[in-house]
Every structure is written in structure tokens, then in C-alpha cells.
């Protein structure tokens, strides 16, 4: 007996060939979306970022272990205060003469320079730990060192990318940047929370990051030869950092990178908020607070495939900020410490866009003789914008309470964003495509 199977039922059996191509494209799908590896495979790039996120595990080390070890000599939080404030007038004045720097010397030579001067002040501490000399001002004047070698570091670096990878993979290698710096601000201090309560604590956290910096020795060792790609007689001096200043203040495109920036950190950064909150809300727990926007950078990284694809830079920046407002906004609303986590997790991963989009814009749309500068002007935003909110926040919060201070400034970033953000017609149409200076 033959039995006949109906037609309709027949096509709705399975095609495994069509299976096959439904698999293949999904794949594609996760592939486009997932963390841009691209620039990976240019040597030069992949061993920077090894050194570069290797040695920034160290330093998150040492920057914990010099609040502790600071502490520990005076109890006094006003001198752990001064640490911030120690690093803060170095990196503003080194980032942006060191920019200039960058743009009239081999930036393989002034960064491994620069790298050797913090690998030094890296190792003075330890010695002074060893030797028990117990300075607070020491290590200060240490901090103050290492913070202007950073600066020119960071500066140097950031002219180079754009000169090892190419054009349409600057996105992705600065995504990738990110992300590992962000996985070094959750890595970093909770090693250097078990280190410091440890005897000779503070010795092995030195030492670690000694020992973990020589990455970055190796991969500044390793880069080619990098020297201005132009012609000219161009000079180092105090005018030349007048002259990067002077480009970016006639060229809104610019201009407006900085400024968002700078409203988001000032106006939005609720980190000087953390110890009351937690003390009021959540019985004193303030460690997942700090951690909570690393975490959510680095998991917007390892999903941002589609970011290198975005055009419209400008305006995808004006709303990655806003996004990071509005998320700061919810989060100071929430009584709930999983929920604030959450929350400020959605804002780390806002704040990773807005930084990759504010670095690529700057490395894209500037001449190669102006990107030291345009670095070392990011290098002092980037520093001092976040000091600058702590200000904000403490000096708003006591005037009136820490929760109006933390949803407040997350929606005043909101407002003042939005609207100026649209209203700089070059900025918010800006073409990453078509990326021309204006005259």
C-alpha cells in the first residue's frame, strides 16, 4: 500500500540545505555585532594594545595602593584628596605640551621615553615603600612625575594609531583600546583590594606593576619608526600648543567633541556621590558602585561591532552622551543596589561609544601635524573632566543632598546636550565618510 502525503505537508518538511544558510546568516549577524577584531592582525597595533592593557592592570594597581598607602600615613582623606589633585595640573600641562611634542619628534621615541619616566616613578615607589620612609609629600611629588609622563604617553600614543592601522579600522582599534583600559579599572583594584591588606602590601603592588609595565616597554621597543608625516618648519614651543588650541577653536567639529565631553563629566559624573549614597542606601557596600560603569564599558565593547559602521559621528556621540545622562539620571532614583548597578552599567556602556566616537573623530578629522596636539588637548579633557564633576557633585550635594546632585546633573547633561548638540549644523551632520577639515 503507497500512502500519498499531501502536498502542503510535503514543502513544510525540513530543507537542510535552507537550515544550513539560516545558520550561516545568523552567524554573520552575531559576527557584525561582536567586538571589531580587525586590527588585530596589524603587529605593530596588537603588541600596543597587549602592553597598553597589561601595564594599565599595573597602574590601576598603583593608583589604588597610593590612596591606601597615603591614608594609612596621615588618616587624612583631605591628603588622599591631594593625590587627585597632585596628578591633575601635570596631566592638563604635559598632555598638551606633550601633544605638541608628539607632532615635531618620532612619537616612537618621546612614547618609550615617556614610558621609561613612569616605569621609573613606578619602581621610586616601591623604593620608598622598602625603605619605609613614610612621606607623604614624597609621594606626592612621585605622583605628580608620573602624571606628566602619562600625559605625554597617552599623547604620543594616540598620534600613532592612526598612523599603524588604517582609516576605517581607527574605530575599531580605539574600541578595542577602551575596552581593555575598562577591563583594567574592574581587574586592577580588586587585586589591589586583597594586595594592600597584605604585609608589605603596598610593596607588592609597586613591584606587580613594575613588573607588568615592561609590556609596555616592549611593545614601544617594538613599534617602526614614526616621524611627523609632514614638511615644514614647524618649531616646538608655547606657541605651537597655541596653535592646536587655536585649530580646534576654529573648527566646531571639534570644538563640540571636546565640549560634550566636557558637560557629560562635569555635569553627570556621580563618582564623588558614591561614598554617601552607599553609606545612606546601602549599608556602606560602595565597591559595586565604582565597578559598575567599567563593567558596563567593557560589555558594550564586546558587542560593538556595529560602531565602526556609524557615518554620522557627531550625531551618534550627541545621543551615546544624552543616553549616558539619562541612565545617570535613573540610577540616582534607585533604592535598589542591584538596580543602581544596572543603571550605571547602562552608562558605562553609553560613555564607551561617546569615547570612541569623541577619539575618532579627533584621530580622522585632523591633519597628522595637528594630532599630537589634538591627543594632548583630549588627554587634559579626558583627565580633568572627571575631577572637575567630583567638584560639581560634592559642592552641589552639599548645598543640598547627594540624590538631587546625582539626578540632576544627569539631567542637566540631558538638556544642555541636546540642545547644543544640534544646533552646531557641521557637528551634528559631520560625515565620517567625507572626513575634511574646514577652512
Not at 605625554?152 to 598620534?159: T, V
Not at 605651537?240 to 585649530?247: A, R
Not at 545617570?328 to 548597578?341: E, F, I, K, R, T
Not at 557633585?393 to 538631587?404: E, L
Request: neutral net charge; hydrophobic residues 50%; glycine residues 10%.
Amino acid at each position: 500500500m503507497v500512502v500519498e502525503i499531501p502536498e502542503d505537508e510535503a514543502t513544510d518538511s525540513p530543507d537542510p540545505a535552507q537550515a544550513v544558510e539560516q545558520a550561516r546568516s545568523l552567524r554573520e549577524r552575531l559576527q557584525r555585532q561582536a567586538l571589531d577584531t580587525r586590527p588585530l592582525s596589524v603587529a605593530p597595533y596588537r603588541r600596543l594594545l597587549i602592553g597598553q592593557g597589561t601595564s594599565f592592570i599595573g597602574s590601576m594597581l598603583t593608583q589604588v595602593a597610593v590612596s591606601v598607602q597615603v591614608y594609612e600615613l596621615s588618616n587624612s582623606s583631605f591628603d588622599v584628596g591631594l593625590v587627585g589633585f597632585a596628578g591633575l595640573i601635570p596631566i592638563v600641562a604635559f598632555g598638551l605640551y606633550g601633544g605638541a611634542i608628539a607632532d615635531v619628534v618620532d612619537r616612537r621615541v618621546l612614547y618609550l621615553i615617556a614610558s621609561l619616566g613612569s616605569w621609573a616613578v613606578t619602581l621610586a615607589l616601591l623604593t620608598q615603600t622598602l625603605l619605609s620612609v613614610g612621606s607623604v609629600p614624597l609621594i606626592l611629588g612621585l605622583v605628580a612625575v608620573q602624571s606628566a609622563t602619562f600625559a605625554i604617553a597617552s599623547s604620543a600614543r594616540g598620534a600613532i594609531i592612526p598612523r599603524i592601522v588604517e582609516p576605517d579600522l581607527v574605530p575599531a582599534a580605539n574600541t578595542l583600546n577602551f575596552t581593555v583600559g575598562n577591563v583594567g579599572q574592574v581587574v586592577g583594584p580588586l587585586i589591589a583590594g586583597a594586595l594592600v591588606g597584605l604585609t608589605h602590601g603596598y610593596a607588592y603592588a609597586y613591584g606587580i606593576d613594575g613588573v607588568l609595565f615592561t609590556a609596555a616597554l616592549y611593545s614601544a621597543l617594538r613599534l617602526p619608526s614614526i616621524p611627523p608625516d609632514h614638511s615644514g618648519g614647524q618649531k616646538l614651543g608655547l606657541r605651537s600648543v597655541g596653535e592646536g588650541l587655536s585649530f580646534i577653536a576654529t573648527r566646531p567639529v571639534l570644538m563640540m567633541s571636546f565640549m560634550v565631553d566636557i558637560c557629560a563629566m562635569v555635569l553627570a559624573m556621580p563618582r564623588a556621590l558614591f561614598p554617601a549614597v552607599a553609606d545612606a542606601r546601602f549599608h556602606g557596600t560602595v565597591g559595586p558602585l565604582y565597578a559598575a560603569i567599567a563593567i558596563g564599558s567593557v560589555v558594550a565593547g564586546l558587542s560593538s561591532g556595529w560602531i565602526g559602521r556609524v557615518r554620522r559621528q557627531g550625531r551618534a556621540l550627541v545621543f551615546a552622551i544624552v543616553g549616558w545622562g539619562a541612565a545617570v539620571a535613573l540610577s540616582g532614583l534607585a533604592h535598589q543596589l542591584w538596580l543602581v548597578v544596572l543603571l550605571l552599567a547602562f552608562a558605562g556602556a553609553a560613555d564607551l561609544v561617546s569615547a570612541v566616537y569623541r577619539q575618532t573623530i579627533l584621530q580622522t578629522y585632523a591633519p597628522d601635524e595637528m594630532r599630537g596636539r589634538m591627543q594632548g588637548v583630549f588627554i587634559a579633557v579626558v583627565a580633568g573632566g572627571p575631577r572637575l564633576g567630583d567638584v560639581r557633585a560634592g559642592a552641589t550635594a552639599s548645598a543640598s543632598t547627594a540624590t538631587f546632585s546625582w539626578v540632576a546633573g544627569g539631567i542637566a547633561c540631558m538638556i544642555v546636550v541636546g540642545i547644543a548638540g544640534p544646533l552646531v549644523r557641521s557637528f551634528w551632520h559631520y560625515d565620517a565618510s567625507v572626513p575634511l577639515v574646514e577652512g
